[in-house]
């Protein structure tokens, strides 16, 4: 099978691409490198049966790139929440007008699926009820989170209208291996890397809001199934709810260190509550977590100290 993963030279995109590539599938990622890392897809390209295209999803070319493809992940995003305050008008050209650009082309090149990348720690803003499940109202409280909303319903345009056979998966926070940990975002690679070179982490706020983290491998196995079957919007998260002092702290624990975390103001646009209830991944798709905290805070911390 031929896939193209646009922002696959990222966390997500390069641990999934090397699944695709062990799956026997070809890889073909499209990837502007602004965040992405050439250096994560060393491996992937070894196999001859990846290829680069350095090109922003933005870009009209990009339609070039799609014939013959079979497989659409779409992960490429402005992916922080903070600059989306900053500069809304930056977030909507990368997160709307670039997933739009992906969708017409695959919709013109007669693509097979296409699975996007979407927020579930954003989409939904503060749920009443938690975990969340994909009946709740989609009330986001940054530009980040509706320019998500906004890609998800446009690729419901497509598959209604333009035949595209479409998925969406509402991700909660990502953990592990390759994610930045100098990077804007991804709190458990920036915690772990800043305890690893002897500092003091910074949280913002109080340190009680509550996240759903869930390993890499997991989501990784989402987007694999999600090729296969499933359709509409579906949350891929452990639906638990973990601190950020409580984070921290289990970390620092599993790390030796007994440093006490700097705190900072609250971050706008930033929410209090989150967690995803996964019950209809698990029946659509057959995707349940594996990965416990413990054991995906255990493989993280070994690769930032590798």
């Known amino acids: 099978m031929k896939t193209l993963v646009t922002g696959g030279a990222g966390f997500i995109g390069s641990n999934l691409a090397d699944r695709l590539l062990a799956d026997g599938h070809e890889v073909r990622v499209v990837d502007d490198l602004s965040t992405g890392k050439e250096s994560n897809l060393t491996g992937a390209l070894e196999t001859g049966r990846c290829e680069l ?12 790139l799609v014939d013959g493809i079979d497989v659409v992940y779409h992960l490429a995003a402005q992916a922080d929440v903070r600059i989306s305050v900053a500069d809304p008008v930056f977030d909507v050209d990368v997160n709307v007008l670039g997933s739009v650009n992906v969708f017409e082309a695959a919709a ?64 909660a926070n990502i953990y592990g291996p390759r994610q930045d940990p100098h990077g804007e975002a991804g709190v458990v690679s920036i915690f772990a890397g800043v305890i690893n070179e002897g500092k003091a982490p910074v949280i913002y706020g109080d340190g009680s809001q509550t996240r759903d983290f869930v390993f890499i491998d997991d989501v990784v196995d989402a987007f694999v199934l999600a090729a ?36 900072g103001p609250a971050r706008t646009g930033e929410l209090s509550h989150i967690a995803l209830d996964a019950s209809l991944a698990e029946r659509e798709l057959g995707w349940a977590p594996k990965t416990g905290l413990p054991s995906g805070l255990a493989k993280t911390i070994d690769w930032i100290r590798s």
Do not use: W
């Open 53 to 64: 295209v350095k090109m922003s999803v933005t870009d009209k070319s990009f339609a070039d």
């Open 108 to 171: 013109n090149a007669g693509v097979g699926r296409v699975v996007f990348a979407s927020s579930g720690g954003t989409i939904y803003g503060e749920p009443a009820v938690l975990p969340v499940d994909e009946s709740a109202p989609q009330r986001p409280l940054s530009p980040y989170g509706v320019a998500k909303k906004a890609a998800g319903d446009y690729l419901y345009y497509y598959q209604q209208v333009r035949g595209i056979d479409g998925v969406v998966l509402a991700l």
């Open 228 to 263: 296969e079957r499933g359709d509409g919007l579906m949350n891929i998260g452990t639906g638990e709810e973990t601190s950020v002092n409580e984070l921290y702290y289990e970390i620092a624990k599993a790390m030796g260190s007994d440093a006490k975390p700097e705190y």
